[in-house]
């Protein structure tokens, strides 16, 4: 009896999604690429790529005339090029980063089908689609101009338009010329370099030097889990939470890696990661105060100090302060000295453990009121905004009907 042959089944944990590229017409268009382990899909998390998309080029017109029994001057027929595809970007609710096209150097659309005899005009390019996460801005790469900030699910921007196919001889016989022996070249599609930022929406960022525990705190108000661990930089990729604090009231907490000094130079993890804070409203800064031998003031001036360095407009949004580790003792010792320098320069403090649930709901709650007023100062200004360009078009009107 032969032995038996087990075939080992692949590990779809281990594979590699391919990408998909949707089509208007409803088919689906899947370009594959070398299968990545578990470990490339969570080591790196791509928030930033560049890609040349090029649409397709429009259908040249024909030049023919009728020949037809019955009809022998028929006369011009040439039909009209069909119209290139467009490369649009499209926002997938489903996806969380940009890893997709990571190998995707090239979008290319199909170009439209030139026109034939007949009348009959050639096929339109289909377009083609490429899924983007939320929170994806499209900028050009040679320009550096935003094109296009996708947040919501289903918002497109067309990268690169197809160009328009040419008319056929058909569109050119007049009473002078009929029999024109010409027809329209179609026009080359967009060709352009793109470059896609992916900045997570989150409403609440948490900052602070590597192992103050932000890794934990999320993991303690949301259900979200980011890998812990006693050493420094255990978080290499930012995480998302959803932190509830009411039966219908939530907000969106991101974790981003830990900032240490000199890292807006290249040290540590750098200041990269920063960017998915730039679109909080609120900012907890954490503080690690179990070793006696560091100065907390300092670590706090270090940390906004990094944040200046990538973007000033991070210091001026309301930010909580909050002493991390409070189950040890060490931490609650030197708490009440730690209170007090931060009390002198006007800076409130908050203290909590996340393993034991001491303080956590006390800073929730102060965070969602913050929030909630930056959210009613947000509508106000927007507000404001709206009633400005209102009188602007009053006195437009008014002025233009003297």
Same mark, same amino acid.
């Given at each position: 009896?032969?032995?038996?042959?087990?075939?080992?089944?692949?590990?779809?944990?281990?594979?590699?999604?391919?990408?998909?590229?949707?089509?208007?017409?409803?088919?689906?268009? #899947?370009?594959?690429?070398?299968?990545?382990?578990?470990?490339?899909?969570?080591?790196?998390?791509?928030?930033?790529?560049?890609?040349?998309?090029?649409?397709?080029?429009?259908?040249?017109?024909?030049?023919?005339?009728?020949?037809?029994?019955?009809?022998?001057?028929?006369?011009?027929?040439?039909? +009209?090029?069909?119209?290139?595809?467009?490369?649009?970007?499209?926002?997938?609710?489903?996806?969380?980063?940009?890893?997709?096209?990571?190998?995707?150097?090239?979008?290319?659309?199909?170009?439209?089908?030139?026109?034939?005899?007949? %009348?009959?005009?050639?096929?339109?390019?289909?377009?083609?689609?490429?899924?983007?996460?939320?929170?994806?801005?499209?900028? %050009?790469?040679?320009?550096?101009?935003?094109?296009?900030?996708?947040?919501?699910?289903?918002?497109?921007?067309?990268?690169?338009?197809?160009?328009?196919?040419?008319?056929?001889?058909?569109?050119?016989?007049?009473? #002078?010329?009929?029999?024109?022996?010409?027809?329209?070249?179609?026009?080359?599609?967009?060709?352009? /370099?793109?470059?896609?930022?992916?900045?997570?929406?989150?409403?609440?960022?948490?900052?602070?030097?590597?192992?103050?525990?932000?890794?934990?705190?999320?993991?303690?108000?949301?259900? /979200?889990?980011?890998?812990?661990?006693?050493?420094?930089?255990?978080?290499? #990729?930012?995480?998302?939470?959803?932190?509830?604090?009411s039966e219908e009231r939530s907000f969106v907490m991101?974790?981003?890696?830990?900032?240490?000094?000199?890292?807006?130079?290249?040290?540590?993890?750098?200041?990269?990661?920063?960017?998915?804070?730039?679109?909080?409203?609120?900012?907890?800064?954490?503080?690690?105060?179990?070793?006696?031998?560091?100065?907390?003031?300092?670590?706090?001036?270090?940390?906004?100090?990094?944040?200046?360095?990538?973007?000033?407009?991070?210091?001026?949004?309301?930010?909580?302060?909050?002493?991390?580790?409070?189950?040890?003792?060490?931490?609650? +010792?030197?708490?009440?000295?730690?209170?007090?320098?931060? /009390?002198?320069?006007?800076?409130?403090?908050? /203290?909590?453990?996340?393993?034991?649930?001491?303080?956590?709901?006390?800073?929730?709650?102060?965070?969602?009121?913050?929030?909630?007023?930056?959210?009613?100062?947000?509508?106000?200004?927007?507000?404001?905004?709206?009633?400005?360009?209102?009188?602007?078009?009053?006195?437009?009107?008014?002025?233009?009907?003297?």
């Open positions: 009896m032969p032995p038996l042959i087990h075939k080992r089944q692949p590990n779809n944990l281990f594979a590699q999604a391919h990408v998909p590229l949707q089509i208007l017409s409803g088919s689906e268009q #899947t370009l594959s690429k070398p299968r990545q382990g578990l470990f490339f899909l969570l080591m790196h998390f791509i928030d930033e790529v560049r890609l040349l998309a090029k649409a397709g080029d429009g259908g040249k017109g024909c030049v023919a005339f009728l020949r037809e029994k019955y009809r022998p001057r028929g006369g011009p027929s040439g039909g +009209d090029g069909g119209d290139g595809g467009s490369v649009i970007f499209r926002v997938d609710a489903q996806l969380n980063t940009l890893v997709d096209l990571a190998h995707q150097k090239h979008l290319r659309a199909p170009r439209g089908e030139y026109g034939r005899g007949k %009348d009959q005009h050639g096929k339109n390019g289909q377009d083609l689609i490429v899924r983007v996460p939320p929170g994806t801005m499209v900028y %050009d790469d040679e320009t550096g101009a935003l094109l296009a900030d996708l947040r919501t699910a289903g918002e497109e921007c067309i990268a690169a338009k197809g160009g328009m196919g040419g008319k056929g001889n058909a569109h050119f016989a007049t009473s #002078t010329n009929r029999a024109p022996r010409f027809a329209q070249p179609g026009i080359p599609g967009e060709e352009r /370099a793109v470059r896609l930022e992916l900045r997570l929406l989150a409403d609440v960022g948490l900052v602070g030097f590597p192992n103050a525990g932000k890794s934990t705190l999320i993991s303690a108000v949301s259900a /979200a889990r980011p890998r812990i661990a006693d050493f420094p930089f255990t978080t290499l #990729t930012p995480h998302l939470g959803v932190v509830r604090y991101a974790d981003v890696p830990g900032l240490i000094e000199g890292a807006h130079e290249g040290h540590g993890l750098g200041i990269r990661f920063l960017r998915h804070l730039a679109r909080t409203s609120v900012l907890i800064h954490l503080l690690d105060i179990s070793d006696a031998e560091r100065d907390s003031w300092q670590d706090y001036q270090v940390i906004n100090n990094e944040l200046a360095c990538f973007d000033v407009t991070l210091l001026d949004r309301p930010q909580i302060v909050a002493v991390t580790k409070l189950d040890l003792p060490d931490t609650r +010792d030197r708490l009440p000295e730690v209170s007090a320098l931060f /009390a002198s320069h006007s800076v409130e403090l908050f /203290a909590l453990s996340a393993v034991t649930g001491e303080g956590v709901k006390e800073l929730v709650f102060r965070t969602a009121q913050v929030l909630e007023r930056q959210k009613e100062r947000a509508r106000e200004l927007e507000k404001a905004h709206e009633q400005q360009e209102l009188q602007k078009r009053e006195s437009f009107f008014l002025s233009s009907s003297l």
